[in-house]
């Protein structure tokens, strides 16, 4: 799709929409990180989670908010990555190059997730003490040095590149120093999962965009091919059951990573859309003020629709009205597909093409949700993947309305900052806000008592908060964490 445009990815305007995605993903995963513990309703926490005791539930099926956060930041992801590497061949890297920067991008985010998990309060210590609060904090600092990209002329590169270096070395002596509860020392099965299955899309999306750039559709046919590995790896004793939970490095790559290209692929081919239209932007001179066929009133109703899709959705599916929420989405479907018809520039019709595979995608997950006992988020089902798919291609179409109709990109710029700097904002709190808080006694005397539930709730949006507009300064400043 990418071969026949001449304009390069580096002159086209960022995609704040994009950002913003991210940036809600990452937010909402720190602010359901923060509120209390057995004092808000079931939708308030991860469906196979519910309160009061919070025990892990496998068999029950459901969704809320919080179960589709993972998947919209995989999407958003994805989205990135023909981004990456298409601004990598156009300033003429060789395959065998890109392939190198794929495994050396995964590597460090691999790395990444051993170091953070290695340098958490509650890993180093159940109980922490002033003296854990201090490792953690200094484990921040050693991380901020180790991955940011110094804004600096190029003749204070060899500086920069100093620190960077020491900030490895001194980061390698403490955690090989370091011990923990039950007496261990450095592991490299002690890591962030999330950020490993992160890794590993980081490399197979990518490696699955590169070698079909020019047509999405042998994307679509791995997509198949990854359902008939998933569905055969259910089947005890099979050759394909045994490769699915068999690795030669465990510790860093499983095969049932791979379910989550159910989410990267579909970004990738939601990236190309949108790389298309700048480019064709950037071609024929379309700015913010060329004109639009829909009205002010028109892309309302647009986005009132998106939010709707997602709310039936989640409300539906937490409750198990499923014939009635399958209904329902049928219903904002045909009335939201007349919303978009005959788009008569480049932005109508990449938001068009964006909710057409967002109705794909979430049919796909409906139709899936009576296999395996209903939609879950752990063991991820087939549904799972798409319906959250689904609501993420919603959700962007609202940012990009938001942002590049309206626009109104000031009134998400803590999203957007925090989505450019997604690597420290997933840190920040718990290894610099919040061992802040409790060095300084702050957090006793701000939150004396939270059982009550809307302190609770008002905690974690206040812990948010203060991450968020961390993030957001060092975003203005360009202190930006990078692999």
């Known amino acids: 799709m990418q071969g026949n445009n001449s304009v390069?990815?580096?002159?086209?305007?960022?995609?704040?929409?994009?950002?913003?995605?991210?940036?809600?993903?990452?937010?909402?995963?720190?602010?359901?990180?923060?509120i209390?513990?057995?004092?808000?309703?079931?939708?308030?926490?991860?469906?196979?989670?519910?309160?009061?005791?919070?025990?892990?539930?496998?068999?029950?099926?459901?969704?809320?908010?919080?179960?589709?956060?993972?998947?919209?930041?995989?999407?958003?992801?994805?989205?990135?990555?023909?981004?990456?590497?298409?601004?990598?061949?156009?300033?003429?890297?060789?395959?065998?190059?890109?392939?190198?920067?794929?495994?050396?991008r995964g590597l460090l985010l691999g790395i990444f997730a051993i170091f953070l998990q290695h340098i958490r309060p509650l890993t180093i210590g159940i109980n922490p003490t002033e003296q854990t609060w201090w490792i953690a904090l200094c484990g921040f600092l050693i991380l901020f040095f180790m991955f940011?990209?110094?804004?600096?002329?190029?003749?204070?590169?060899?500086?920069?590149?100093?620190?960077?270096?020491?900030?490895?070395?001194?980061?390698?002596?403490?955690?090989?120093?370091?011990?923990?509860?039950?007496?261990?020392?450095?592991?490299?099965?002690?890591?962030?999962?999330?950020?490993?299955?992160?890794?590993?899309?980081?490399?197979f999306g990518a490696i699955a965009w590169f070698f079909t750039k020019d047509n999405f559709l042998p994307r679509l046919g791995l997509l198949g091919l990854l359902i008939a590995l998933r569905l055969s790896a259910t089947v005890q004793g099979s050759w394909i059951a045994v490769l699915w939970k068999a690795s030669p490095i465990p510790w860093i790559f499983q095969f049932d990573y791979l379910k989550y290209l159910f989410i990267v692929i579909p970004g990738t081919i939601a990236g190309d859309f949108i790389i298309n239209y700048l480019q064709k932007a950037v071609k024929?001179?379309?700015?913010?003020?060329?004109?639009?066929?829909?009205?002010?009133?028109?892309?309302?109703?647009?986005?009132?629709?998106?939010?709707?899709?997602?709310?039936?959705?989640?409300?539906?599916?937490?409750?198990?009205?499923?014939?009635?929420?399958?209904?329902?989405?049928?219903?904002?479907?045909?009335?939201?597909?007349?919303?978009?018809?005959?788009?008569?520039?480049?932005?109508?019709?990449?938001?068009?093409?964006?909710?057409?595979?967002?109705?794909?995608?979430?049919?796909?997950?409906?139709l899936f949700e009576p296999f395996e006992n209903g939609i879950k988020k752990d063991p991820a089902t087939l549904s799972y993947f798409f319906v959250t798919t689904a609501i993420a291609l919603f959700l962007l179409?609202?940012?990009?309305?938001?942002?590049?109709?309206?626009?109104?990109?000031?009134?998400?710029h803590i999203l957007i900052d925090n989505g450019q700097n997604p690597m420290l904002a997933y840190v920040a709190f718990g290894n610099f806000i919040w061992p802040v808080?409790?060095?300084?006694?702050?957090?006793?005397?701000?939150?004396?008592?939270?059982?009550?539930p809307l302190i609770g709730l008002l905690k974690g949006v206040i812990y948010t908060l203060l991450t968020a507009l961390f993030v957001s300064l060092c975003t203005k400043f360009k202190l930006l964490w990078r692999t």
């Open 397 to 412: 179409i609202t940012f990009t309305i938001i942002i590049d109709i309206f626009p109104q990109c000031k009134y998400l």
């Open 8 to 34: 390069g990815v580096a002159n086209l305007k960022r995609t704040y929409a994009l950002d913003a995605l991210r940036g809600f993903a990452i937010l909402a995963m720190i602010l359901s990180g923060t």
């Open 36 to 104: 209390e513990y057995e004092i808000l309703p079931a939708w308030m926490y991860h469906a196979q989670k519910p309160p009061p005791t919070h025990t892990f539930h496998p068999n029950l099926s459901g969704l809320t908010w919080v179960d589709i956060i993972f998947p919209i930041f995989l999407f958003s992801m994805g989205a990135a990555i023909p981004f990456a590497l298409l601004n990598r061949l156009q300033k003429g890297f060789t395959t065998i190059q890109i392939i190198l920067y794929i495994f050396k």
């Open 284 to 366: 024929n001179d379309i700015d913010k003020n060329t004109e639009l066929n829909w009205n002010k009133i028109h892309y309302y109703n647009i986005i009132l629709l998106m939010l709707t899709h997602v709310l039936v959705l989640l409300i539906g599916l937490q409750a198990r009205w499923l014939w009635q929420t399958v209904l329902w989405s049928a219903l904002l479907s045909s009335i939201s597909w007349f919303l978009f018809v005959n788009p008569n520039n480049e932005k109508e019709r990449l938001l068009q093409a964006l909710y057409q595979w967002g109705i794909y995608w979430l049919a796909l997950g409906l």
């Open 437 to 452: 808080l409790k060095l300084t006694q702050l957090e006793h005397l701000i939150f004396k008592d939270t059982n009550i």
């Open 148 to 203: 940011v990209r110094w804004p600096v002329k190029r003749k204070y590169k060899r500086y920069t590149e100093l620190i960077t270096i020491s900030a490895w070395f001194v980061g390698i002596i403490l955690v090989c120093f370091l011990r923990y509860p039950d007496g261990s020392g450095f592991s490299l099965v002690r890591s962030d999962i999330i950020l490993i299955v992160l890794a590993n899309m980081a490399i």
